[in-house]
Every structure is written in structure tokens, then in C-alpha cells.
């Protein structure tokens, strides 16, 4: 900053300090003015910006400053002499003002910010130094050029004081124009040394910096040599490692095992049981031929190749998924079969329309009706039932497949977890309702012949609204469930609680899973666009080994730093002991890694009056493996209700399935074909239909129930008729209601699982038969 020191009169005051006049050249572009040296500490009088400001001079002892506005400093000076010293001074300042301010608009790209890397942070160090240099050098060039202006405009006025003097006569006036040559020549000396000072500051802060700046080039060539070297290096590794791992990928598992024995290496023989992790684990960077692997530090192990399990991760290979290569070798394993698909699926729908939904359009119809007899638009739905979504968990069927083949009941663990978390990969867009199944309606999923697996789901009850669902596979497993959904509507959002467990069992372990789904949230019900969340936690069971995985869908915040959508889980033995570690997203993918060791963080520990102390368990694992991927969405999938590729063909039709299909379901097909007004008229249709059908079948079971009571529970039923896409009270399997009904469903009867306990609808049997035989008379007429 460059300071001026006036007296009241305006009078420039001498500093004690002149003999440098760059003690008055700013540093950041700007000119202060203070009455005494006691006000510099806290009082300023005034302050312009040298870059635009304007110097001139009125006479022999005064010149003014002034910005071009309502700035302007009236300055006097003790002699013409001192008045040019202050001139020359600001001249030279106000050139470094303009440098400054155009330096500043661009100083962003002369070195890296402060926010890059750590790894080039010494890189970035280095060029800031070397461009502070640069600018001070190119700063003092400046003055140079700034000097040799004024130089040759003092050298001009001295030039014509001379000629003017040589022109008079000796008289009166030769006094006062000696006078005036001598103040010339004074004013011509002050700059010339000024130029001399700038020569000498520049020679002296190149000759410091010469060294320097040697030993930095040298030091960077240095550096190149070596990073050439290790680029070098990494080439030749990853070359070494492609040809490795096209002759792992083709290496048999017989000669695997010959291949890793005359290494000298002792695997452990036989299956991968836990009990011994001990004898089969080995130093990784021991033996490495066969398999890549990549440890990450020397303490890391990982298991024998000789192993042949469907888990290949445990063997060193990058999987992303089960190593089928090793399933094919596997004695135990069934052989591969030829997919041979019944029939090329389609892979598009009609374009949902572009309906605006007028909600006085609803209301409008609802004056003078009752409540339950409203009847919601399909304009929420999503051309496909409950039913249909239920059969659409089998997106990634081939989870259960990879579990069914593998040898270790932990393995399988973390193929079923990663089963229940794909179910919900689907969600994520699908904003639409399902249509609610009406009473006795069906689904069947065939896919025998490209999956290996039968589907079959029915509306065993409408209060609650229940489905049952059966899937048998013929690669050794089978999932059975029964859900019912109970929401609540909270003001801003609507929760969907999904009640009933699901159970999975294999036919080679007799491992029997089972697990509950989490709470669904539908957020911007009243205003805004509609977002779907996954929240809560699964604990998937083996009641077979005590074998436990518990799963925590995190729900979203806004304030959190996680990643959306995260799940995390860990799986444990029945001793409690962690095994796996696994992560990722309901809607992408998800990893597992192997626990090597796990330790209790935080202070404290055991139990203190009744409750565990908080603490964190760290787990120290592998490099993490991928379980499962989301496949992407068909193309166009935003104009399809975002539906995935197994939802496009759900609602397909076929020849051979029951009338009760959700496929013959003709509001249903009018919604996909958008023909919207007519599908809302027909499902309208529909529910009075089943309300006449429930109210008759009511009237049925209270005149077998109690003949006398007939009248009254026939007016109690047409009170408590059907009502229709409201919301459902809670309820637990059995699914008791305050109904009289005789109801059964068709395929499913109610048992008690032989391993849980539990009440649940469980298919009996008959379906396929008579869909072979091709006789359905036992189905109602329902549509």
C-alpha cells in the first residue's frame, strides 16, 4: 500500500526514511493518505485505486490525484524537486497497479490450486515458486520500461531548458534559468538512479535465483528418467499378467491341481468347510502361477486353487460372478443343459400416454357415492398386477442357481442375501401402483425351458390383501412365500409395509432360508415428483446351520455423506462369528468380502446394567468381489413405466394358462394398450363384480353358520362390502377377518411350516397337471 502523510494544510509531510522512494510503492494497488503515523494503525482518511487513477500536475509545487469520480485529492508539495519525486514514485506505482489487476484475472491457471492432490502437491509447490519468480522478474522488467519513459521525457525538458538557455541574452533572467537547468538536471539524476536501483534489484534476484532454479530442472529431469523407468515396469507387469490369466482361463481343473502341487505348495484337499480355514489358508505371495490375483499386502491370504468350489472368489480369480468353468469340472454338479427358449419374448410395450391427471376429474365422481365404493383411476397404476410384480423377484433367478451348487453354507448365505437385496433393483423408477389381484386370480411365470424354473402366484385373500407364490426349479431349490401389504399414509409420504416371510430351501444341503421384506416408501404423494425408498432391516436365517445374515437398508438423507440407497450386511455362523462383510446398493450391485479378523473399536466394553456398550466392530477383509449387478434398463425404458426386460414380457400373452390369469385380466390389457378411459370403466366393472360375489358368498357362510341369524348377517355383509385401492390395517398371518367368508383359495392350502412354525398358504399341488390335461373348469369365472 502506498501512504501519504499529510498535514492539516494538505502539505505533503517528509518521511524520515526517503532514501528509497520503492518504500512507497503499494503492494496492493491502492493509495492511503493519513494525517499522522498514529492514524495508520486504525484511521484512514481516504483511499483510490492506483490502477485507474488520474496524476496531474497544476503548478511548480502541486499536483492532483483524483479516480475520474467524486475522488480527488488537491496534494502540495515542499519544492518542484520533491513534487516530481512524488510523481515519479506514483508513476511507477500505478504501472504496478495495472500489471496487478491484469495478473489477477488470470492467476487461476499459472499453478494448481490448493485443492489438488496430495501426489502433486510437491509438483504444484515447485511451479508456484517458479512462477512467483517469473512475475517478480517480469514486474521489474516493468519498471525498467517505465524508468526509461520517464528518463526520456526528463531528458527531453532538459534538452529544450538548455536550448532556451544558449537563446538569452546574459541578464536578468540568467539567474532563473540556471535555477530552472539545475532542478532539470536534478529531476534527470532522482530517475536515473531509480533505473539504477531497478538494474541492480533485477541483476541481484536473477543471480540468487539462477542456482535455484538449475538445480530445479536438473531435479525434474531426474524425475521424468524415473517415472519413464516405472511406466516401463508396468507395462511389462501387465503384460506378464494378461498372458497369465489367458492361460488361467483355460487351464483345466485336473491340471490346476498338478500344476499347484509341483509348486511345492501343500493346499488343503477336499471341500471348503470353515472348521479348516486354518489348513487351507496359505501366504498368497507364495504361490501365484495359475490364478490372478492382486493381494494388497503380503498378510493377505486367499485358498488353494485345487479347490473347485462355486465360489471362485475364495481361489484368487476376478470374478464377477460364480466361476462356471469350476461348476462344470464339479463332479457334484449337474451337467450344463442347451437353452432352447420356447419362443422369442417381446421386448416392447406401447408408450404409456401423456395423460394429464385432473384430480376435480375424481372428486366430481364421488359426489353422492360412499367411500368405499370409489373407485381410484388406473392413471397410478402400472400395467401389470400385484401378482405379476411378485413373480418379477426372479429377475435374477440365477443367484439361487449359483447358491444350489455351492459346497459351503456361508457361501450360499451370501448368494440368498444378494437375492433378497436384487428383488428391489426394479423399484427404483416404477412410481406406478400395481393392480390390486382380485379374489382367486392367478399368475404363472413358465420358464422351464430358458430358467429352469415354474412359477405360480394367487390371491389367497382380499381383507387383507394376501398372494401366495411358489417357484420350483429343477436346479435344486425352491421359494415359497406369502405377502400381504398394510400401508399408512403419513401426510407427505406413504409407507408400505409388506407382512409375510419368505422361504427359500435347497434340495442338496436341505438348507432352509427364510426372511421378511423391508418398509417401501413412496415420498411426494401431494406435491412434487414421486421417489421411491428402501428402508429397514433383513435378517435372513439358514434354520438349518444357525447360519445368519443381517441386512440394514440405510435410508435416504439429505444431510448424509453415504452413498444413496446403501445396504450393508454382515454374515455370521450360529457361534456368532462374521465371515463375510457385504455392500453395495439395492439398485446397482452388490459385493462381499472375506473377514480375516475383526476386532471391537471404542473404549469400554461387556455389559454395563443390562445393555451392551456401543462399539464398532472392525472387520479386516479381502479385496472385495462382486455378488450381483443390476442388468441395465431396455432401451426406451422411461416411455415402458420403466419396466426391466423380464417385466416387459410378464404381461404377454400366451396360450394354455388358466382364465384366471393376470393375463386375461382385460382392464389390465386396455391400461397397456392405452386405451385408459376404457380400462377404468371395465375395472369399475370388475370390483362391483366382486362385491356381488363376496356380499353372496358371505350371505353363504352365515346361513350354514347360524339359519336363524340369516337376515341380520346379510345386512352386517352388504354394510362391510368390498372397498376398493384403500388402505389396510396391519395384520399378521393368519389373515383373520371380521368377514363371515368360507372362502378357499384353489391351489394354496394354509399349513404350518414343519421348520418355522409359521401359518402360511403353501401350494398343494394340481396347477401344472391341469394345465397339461387342459381342463380348467375348476377355476371361477372372475373377469
Request: hydrophobic share 30%.
Amino acid at each position: 500500500m502506498c501512504v501519504l502523510l499529510l498535514d492539516h494544510t494538505g502539505e505533503i509531510a517528509k518521511r524520515q526514511d526517503q532514501s528509497s522512494l520503492s518504500s512507497l510503492w503499494p503492494f496492493n494497488g491502492l493509495l492511503s493518505y493519513y494525517r499522522t503515523q498514529a492514524e495508520m494503525g486504525h484511521t484512514c482518511r481516504g483511499t483510490i485505486n492506483l490502477a485507474t487513477a488520474n496524476i496531474a500536475v497544476e503548478d511548480s509545487c502541486n499536483f492532483v490525484i483524483s479516480n475520474g469520480g467524486a475522488q480527488t485529492y488537491h496534494l502540495k508539495a515542499s519544492s518542484e524537486v520533491e513534487r516530481q519525486r512524488w510523481i515519479t514514485a506514483l508513476e511507477l506505482a500505478k504501472a504496478k497497479a495495472v500489471r496487478m489487476q491484469a495478473e489477477s484475472d488470470d492467476s487461476g491457471d499459472d499453478c494448481p490450486s490448493s485443492s489438488s492432490p496430495p501426489s502433486a502437491q510437491g509438483g504444484g509447490a515447485r511451479c508456484s515458486e517458479v512462477q512467483s519468480t517469473l512475475r517478480t522478474l517480469g514486474s521489474k522488467v516493468e519498471d525498467l520500461s517505465t524508468c526509461n519513459d520517464l528518463i526520456a521525457k526528463h531528458g527531453s525538458a532538459l534538452q529544450r531548458s538548455l536550448s532556451e538557455l544558449e537563446g538569452l541574452r546574459l541578464g536578468g533572467e540568467t539567474g532563473d534559468k540556471i535555477r530552472q537547468v539545475t532542478e532539470r538536471a536534478t529531476l534527470f539524476r532522482i530517475t536515473s538512479n531509480a533505473m539504477i536501483n531497478a538494474c541492480r534489484d533485477f541483476l541481484a534476484l536473477a543471480q540468487t535465483h539462477s542456482k535455484r532454479w538449475q538445480k530445479a530442472l536438473q531435479s525434474e529431469r531426474e524425475q521424468r528418467v524415473r517415472l519413464e523407468e516405472t511406466l516401463e515396469q508396468l507395462a511389462k507387469q501387465h503384460n506378464n499378467l494378461e498372458r497369465a490369466f489367458r492361460g488361467a482361463t483355460v487351464l483345466p481343473a485336473s491340471q490346476a491341481n498338478s500344476a499347484t502341487d509341483r509348486k511345492g505348495s501343500a493346499p488343503g484337499k477336499g471341500d471348503m468347510s470353515d472348521e479348516d480355514e486354518e489348513n487351507e489358508f496359505f501366504d498368497a505371495m507364495e504361490d501365484a502361477p495359475e490364478f490372478i490375483t492382486v493381494p494388497a499386502d503380503p498378510k493377505y491370504h486367499r485358498r488353494s486353487g485345487s479347490n473347485v468350489s462355486g465360489f471362485s472368489s475364495e481361489i484368487g480369480m476376478d470374478d464377477q460372478s460364480l466361476d462356471e468353468q469350476s461348476l462344470v469340472f464339479n463332479a457334484e454338479s449337474p451337467q450344463p443343459q442347451e437353452v432352447e427358449p420356447v419362443k422369442k419374448r417381446r421386448s416392447r410395450i406401447p408408450d404409456k400416454p401423456n395423460y394429464s391427471l385432473n384430480l376435480w376429474s375424481i372428486m366430481k365422481n364421488c359426489i353422492g357415492k360412499e367411500l368405499s365404493k370409489i373407485p381410484m383411476p388406473v392413471n397410478f397404476n402400472e400395467p401389470i398386477s400385484m401378482l405379476q410384480r411378485l413373480s418379477e423377484d426372479l429377475e435374477y433367478c440365477e443367484l439361487l442357481d449359483k447358491a444350489a451348487k455351492c459346497q459351503s453354507s456361508l457361501e450360499q448365505l451370501c448368494y440368498v442375501a444378494a437375492f433378497t437385496v436384487s428383488s428391489y433393483s426394479t423399484t427404483v423408477h416404477r412410481t406406478g401402483k400395481p393392480f390390486n389381484p382380485l379374489l382367486g386370480e392367478t399368475y404363472e411365470l413358465d420358464r422351464l425351458r430358458e430358467s429352469g424354473y415354474r412359477s405360480l402366484c394367487e390371491q389367497v385373500s382380499h381383507h387383507p390383501p394376501a398372494a401366495a407364490h411358489h417357484v420350483i426349479s429343477e436346479r435344486g431349490w425352491t421359494l415359497r412365500q406369502e405377502i400381504a401389504l398394510a400401508s399408512k399414509f403419513r401426510g407427505k409420504y406413504l409407507s408400505i409395509m409388506p407382512l409375510g416371510s419368505i422361504h427359500c430351501l435347497f434340495e442338496k444341503s436341505n438348507n432352509h432360508y427364510s426372511w421378511k421384506k423391508v418398509t417401501t416408501t413412496v415420498h411426494n404423494i401431494i406435491v412434487g415428483k414421486l421417489w421411491i425408498d428402501q428402508s429397514g432391516e433383513i435378517d435372513v436365517v439358514n434354520h438349518q446351520t444357525g447360519d445368519h445374515c443381517h441386512l440394514k437398508f440405510a435410508p435416504y438423507s439429505y444431510f448424509s455423506r453415504d452413498v444413496a440407497r446403501k445396504v450393508t450386511g454382515v454374515v455370521t455362523d450360529k457361534e456368532g462369528k462374521a465371515h463375510y462383510v457385504l455392500s453395495g446398493t439395492w439398485d446397482e450391485k452388490m459385493e462381499f468380502s472375506r473377514v480375516m479378523q475383526s476386532s471391537k473399536g471404542g473404549m469400554g466394553g461387556g455389559v454395563e446394567n443390562g445393555m451392551e456398550s456401543k462399539q464398532k466392530t472392525v472387520y479386516q477383509t479381502l479385496r472385495a468381489r462382486e455378488l450381483w449387478k443390476k442388468n441395465p434398463l431396455p432401451e426406451g425404458a422411461e416411455t415402458m413405466y420403466y419396466f426391466s426386460s423380464l417385466a416387459l414380457t410378464l404381461n404377454e400373452a400366451e396360450e394354455g394358462v388358466a382364465p384366471t390369469d393376470s393375463r386375461m385380466r382385460p382392464d389390465q390389457r386396455l391400461m397397456e394398450a392405452g386405451r385408459w378411459e376404457e380400462a377404468n370403466a371395465e375395472k369399475q366393472r370388475l370390483e362391483e363384480k366382486q362385491r356381488s360375489v363376496r356380499r353372496e358368498r358371505e350371505r353363504e357362510a352365515a346361513r350354514t353358520a347360524n339359519p336363524a341369524e340369516e337376515d341380520l348377517n346379510e345386512d352386517s355383509a352388504t354394510d362391510s362390502s368390498l372397498k376398493t385401492e384403500t388402505l389396510q390395517t396391519p395384520l399378521s398371518p393368519p389373515y383373520k377377518s371380521t368377514h363371515q367368508d368360507n372362502y378357499k383359495a384353489l391351489w394354496f392350502e394354509r399349513n404350518e411350516d414343519p421348520v418355522t412354525g409359521e401359518s402360511m398358504h403353501i401350494y398343494k399341488g394340481g396347477y401344472w397337471e391341469t394345465k397339461d390335461q387342459g381342463n380348467w373348469d375348476v377355476c371361477p369365472s372372475i373377469f
